[in-house]
């Protein structure tokens, strides 16, 4: 079976880092999109950061553009999200996220939830001080 596992959340003060991973099986990962979600408690779950397949072409979503930077090892099959500059706001459950379709404008994905394929279980981000 296909499986997304994330991994790297945790408890962070304000100005910190952290760096998610998520481990694709099942799967060969270089035929698919990848994206990084947030969905904080009473909030719709929000695309961050999403990235093609080859990791030529990136997307960010205002709030954390120049703070994270999503990445790829199609190798491993692992894609990451390197959080710096952590702000309490950035609080939410994170979702690694797969979708099969190769799409001409990446933030595609990002922004219509319907074109993922595949979710992971989610992994816990806390930005307090």
């Known amino acids: 079976q296909v499986e997304l596992v994330e991994s790297g959340g945790g408890l962070v003060q304000p100005g910190g880092s952290l760096r998610l991973s998520c481990a694709v099986s099942?799967?060969?990962?270089?035929?698919?999109?990848i994206g990084w979600f947030r969905q904080a408690p009473g909030k719709e779950r929000e695309g961050v950061s999403c990235?093609?397949?080859?990791?030529?072409?990136?997307y960010y979503a205002d709030s954390v553009k120049g703070r994270f930077t999503i990445s790829r090892d199609n190798a491993k099959n692992t894609a990451f999200l390197q959080m710096n500059n952590l702000k309490p706001e950035d609080t939410a459950d994170y979702y690694c996220?797969?979708?099969?379709?190769?799409?001409?404008?990446?933030?595609?994905?990002?922004?219509?939830?319907?074109?993922?394929?595949?979710w992971g279980q989610g992994t816990q981000v806390t930005v307090s001080s």
């Open positions: 996220a797969a979708s099969r379709l190769s799409m001409a404008n990446i933030q595609t994905m990002c922004i219509n939830l319907r074109t993922v394929d595949y």
């Open positions: 990235i093609s397949t080859s990791g030529s072409s990136t």
């Open positions: 099942g799967v060969t990962l270089h035929y698919y999109t």
